[in-house]
């Protein structure tokens, strides 16, 4: 029985194809700056999202705290939604790394509005810390893969401005964003002082993300990913795969979207189970498991081979991904009423 692996995202393995591109790809020493498939490929995103340079970094967390260290100061305060992967899942790195302090506020499904900045700004008396970053996801990923509007990223844009801050876009799942909503890479360009892009979640590439910023924020990430332990050698094995990944596995993703909502509508009509059908709106699901724990529900679905993580004590996230089939989410539909229809 194939194992159907919904915790994250980030589980795929590269195909075939990306291998065989990986072994072509011909490599230089990065830190020496000869690594031309990774230059090249480095260019290509920040054209793409209508940024001036690119940084290829080895995971989503360090593109994530290079943003902060190039645009922060030690002890600024930076505005996170409450639930923000940079302030549950990154080790405290921003207290650490950078000497800032996050500020949770509270949105909705991970999402912040525009209205919650300006109250939230800080810095005009002396014991006050100043707030210069504000960070959003996009799509979000504790929130349940929520996308924001081209509004309302638009008015966090220019409640950003009038206030001096700058905006830094967690695109962790940006290539499932621009999907589910249409938008252009360049219109989050345009909203972004810095973005953090990644290739080895949906898009199914084994190591990486970019960060993509102004071309003096980018030199200065460039030092501090050094000195971090982040410069790498010959990585156009690894630029190649996730170019491969951009090309091949970015149209793709609109089918992760659609098994998403298959499965969220069967949820929906399973009664030992609640949902926000309308949070569903990319590759990620939440659901409730109601009078069971979170890790009770999730022993039965082991138990015919597929695997969810809980995300609190009564909430499961399954989220989807090319290596996820028809055939695995029909059988995953079939368990889902099998067991949990009283
Ligand atoms: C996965 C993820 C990251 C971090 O990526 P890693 O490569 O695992 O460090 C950052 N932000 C969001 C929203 C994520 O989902």
Same mark, same amino acid.
């Given at each position: 029985?194939?194992?159907?692996?919904?915790?994250?995202?980030?589980?795929?393995?590269?195909?075939?194809?990306?291998?065989?591109?990986?072994? %072509?790809?011909?490599?230089?020493?990065?830190?020496?700056?000869?690594?031309?498939?990774?230059?090249?490929?480095?260019?290509?995103?920040?054209?793409?999202?209508?940024?001036?340079?690119?940084?290829?970094?080895?995971?989503?967390?360090?593109?994530?705290?290079?943003?902060?260290?190039?645009?922060?100061?030690?002890?600024?305060?930076?505005?996170?939604?409450?639930?923000?992967? /940079?302030?549950?899942?990154?080790?405290?790195?921003?207290?650490?790394?950078?000497?800032?302090?996050?500020?949770?506020?509270?949105?909705?499904?991970?999402?912040?509005?525009?209205?919650?900045?300006?109250?939230?700004?800080?810095?005009?008396?002396?014991?006050?810390?100043?707030?210069?970053?504000?960070?959003?996801?996009?799509?979000?990923?504790?929130?349940?893969?929520?996308?924001?509007?081209?509004?309302?990223?638009?008015?966090?844009?220019?409640?950003?401005?009038?206030?001096?801050?700058?905006?830094?876009?967690?695109?962790?799942?940006?290539?499932?964003?621009?999907?589910?909503?249409?938008?252009?890479?360049?219109?989050?360009?345009?909203?972004?002082?810095?973005?953090?892009?990644?290739?080895?979640?949906?898009?199914?590439?084994?190591?990486?993300?970019?960060?993509?910023?102004?071309?003096?924020?980018?030199?200065?990430?460039?030092?501090?990913?050094?000195?971090?332990?982040?410069?790498?050698?010959? /990585?156009?094995?690894?630029?190649?795969?996730?170019?491969?990944?951009?090309?091949?596995?970015?149209?793709?993703?609109?089918?992760?979207?659609?098994?998403?909502?298959?499965?969220?509508?069967?949820?929906? %009509?399973?009664?030992?189970?609640?949902?926000?059908?309308?949070?569903?709106?990319?590759?990620?699901?939440?659901?409730?498991?109601? @009078?069971?724990?979170? /890790?009770?529900?999730?022993?039965?679905?082991?138990?015919?081979?597929?695997?969810?993580?809980?995300?609190?004590?009564?909430?499961?996230?399954?989220?989807?991904?090319?290596?996820?089939? %028809?055939? @695995?989410?029909?059988?995953?539909?079939?368990?889902?009423?099998?067991?949990?229809?009283?």
């Amino acid at each position: 029985m194939k194992v159907i692996d919904l915790r994250s995202d980030t589980v795929t393995k590269p195909t075939q194809q990306m291998k065989q591109v990986m072994l %072509e790809a011909e490599v230089g020493d990065d830190v020496f700056g000869e690594d031309l498939v990774t230059n090249k490929f480095q260019a290509k995103m920040a054209t793409l999202f209508g940024m001036e340079a690119g940084l290829y970094v080895p995971s989503g967390t360090m593109s994530n705290q290079l943003a902060l260290k190039v645009l922060t100061q030690p002890s600024n305060e930076v505005l996170i939604e409450s639930k923000g992967h /940079i302030l549950q899942y990154e080790t405290g790195g921003a207290s650490s790394l950078s000497s800032v302090q996050l500020f949770p506020l509270q949105g909705y499904s991970g999402k912040l509005s525009s209205e919650q900045i300006s109250p939230a700004v800080r810095g005009v008396y002396d014991w006050e810390p100043e707030t210069k970053v504000v960070c959003i996801e996009h799509s979000t990923n504790k929130g349940g893969g929520t996308v924001y509007s081209l509004d309302e990223l638009r008015s966090i844009k220019q409640e950003c401005e009038r206030h001096n801050l700058y905006v830094h876009v967690d695109g962790a799942r940006i290539w499932n964003a621009l999907v589910a909503t249409g938008q252009k890479p360049h219109d989050i360009g345009q909203i972004a002082d810095t973005l953090s892009i990644c290739f080895s979640k949906g898009l199914g590439a084994p190591v990486g993300s970019m960060l993509l910023s102004s071309t003096n924020n980018i030199a200065k990430a460039r030092r501090f990913r050094k000195m971090w332990g982040g410069g790498m050698r010959q /990585i156009g094995l690894l630029t190649a795969a996730a170019d491969y990944a951009v090309e091949h596995h970015w149209p793709k993703l609109a089918l992760d979207h659609e098994h998403a909502k298959t499965f969220a509508q069967t949820i929906a %009509e399973t009664s030992a189970f609640q949902i926000d059908l309308d949070s569903v709106q990319t590759n990620i699901v939440l659901f409730d498991t109601g @009078d069971r724990t979170a /890790i009770e529900v999730l022993e039965i679905f082991g138990q015919h081979g597929i695997k969810m993580v809980p995300f609190g004590p009564s909430t499961v996230r399954a989220t989807f991904h090319f290596q996820i089939e %028809e055939a @695995d989410v029909n059988r995953l539909l079939e368990v889902t009423r099998h067991c949990f229809n009283t």
